[in-house]
């Protein structure tokens, strides 16, 4: 169980278990987090390499805390390999999101989200509402302002009073 100084190597990591015989390089540069974190060997078969990096401990450190490794190496060895990377992904946002918020985790983040868009909805109502009563008192005055031009300037004629023989 210890570290023999290897360099940087690529390692092949194929699923088994899919139909097609591809296999996709990693960069290798010692045991990855999880296995540095948990104190063991890391193999080039290591399903956990690809996806926590050894540059990047917390990834895997947050993850484990809240999944533990048994449980992600269960579920990444259930999923095809072409999805494996988005759920790592989300594993390791919803740790995240967990270990901030234990109480509510993501849903905690998606509701704030809501939240910040109602608000901003509401807002825009308002403003919306806003505009449309400039805009009517604007309308208004103009409309005022036609009718009052001329009916203020009769220029002392009076034609209803004039008769024309």
């Given amino acids: ?3 023999t100084g290897e360099t940087t190597k690529p390692i092949a990591v194929s699923n088994a278990t899919s139909s097609s015989s591809s296999s996709v390089v990693y960069p290798f540069q010692g045991p990855c987090a999880a296995c540095k974190f948990l104190r063991r060997r890391c193999s080039e078969s290591c399903i956990l390499a690809p996806y926590f990096p050894p540059t ?4 895997f450190i947050n993850a484990h805390k809240v999944y533990g490794a048994s449980n992600i190496v269960k579920f990444l060895q259930e999923l095809p390999e072409s ?3 988005d759920a790592v992904s989300s594993m390791v946002y919803e740790a995240n999101a967990r270990i901030r918020d ?25 403003a919306q509402a806003e505009i449309f009563i400039m805009q009517s008192q604007k309308q208004q005055q103009q409309q005022n ?6 009916g203020d300037r009769n220029l002392g ?8 023989e």
């Fill in 145 to 150: 302002y036609n009718g009052s031009f001329w």
């Fill in 56 to 59: 990047d401990p917390m990834r």
């Fill in 83 to 85: 999805k494996r990377s």
């Fill in 157 to 164: 004629l009076d034609f209803e009073s004039t008769q024309w």
């Fill in 102 to 126: 234990p109480v509510y985790g993501c849903a905690g983040a998606i509701s704030h989200l809501q939240k910040q868009l109602n608000d901003v909805q509401a807002e825009l109502a308002m």
């Fill in 1 to 3: 169980m210890e570290n």
